[in-house]
């Protein structure tokens, strides 16, 4: 964007508190930016620790409340933990599963009900917005060292 207004940190991170809710479109339309100051300033809010995740609402903190209960922090690093471990595992074996995928779809049908293949359609669909996030991440840091 042309003439951009300059927004730091912590101004994004003020609107981040205020709302349960925010997409990155709708940070750039309030601080007249575009969405990639809004994501480089994302990124800088991470790498000070703040907690800031993605969901299909928007970005959100994790309330810091959870975090400061140990049993809390640790059931949710669990829950992380397991979740990146099954998409590293279908990514080390996505060669072997693309020779199953008739076989699955013929199962999916088969075994699930329309709203589970429903659910399952979702999740995947937000798998993929994540890995393009990461791609676009890993772009914009080779890019910007």
């Known amino acids: 964007m042309e003439n951009e207004i300059k927004v730091t940190p912590k101004e994004v991170l003020d609107v981040l508190e205020e709302y349960e809710y925010v997409t990155v479109s709708e940070l750039s339309a309030l601080f007249e930016c575009s969405p990639d100051t809004i994501r480089r300033k994302l990124r800088e809010l991470r790498k000070s620790g703040e907690p ?14 959870i975090l400061a209960d140990p049993e809390k922090a640790e059931e949710l690093a669990g829950y992380t933990d397991w979740i990146l471990a099954s998409f590293t595992s279908m990514v080390k074996n996505i060669n072997r599963v693309k020779k199953l995928l008739p076989t699955m779809r013929k199962t999916l049908a088969q075994n699930t009900s329309k709203e589970e293949r429903r659910e399952l359609k979702l999740n995947c669909a937000r798998a993929l917005t994540m890995l393009t996030y990461v791609e676009a991440e890993e772009e914009e840091e080779a890019l910007n060292p």
């Open 52 to 65: 800031i995740i993605h969901s299909r609402n928007g970005l959100s903190l994790i309330d810091k409340e």
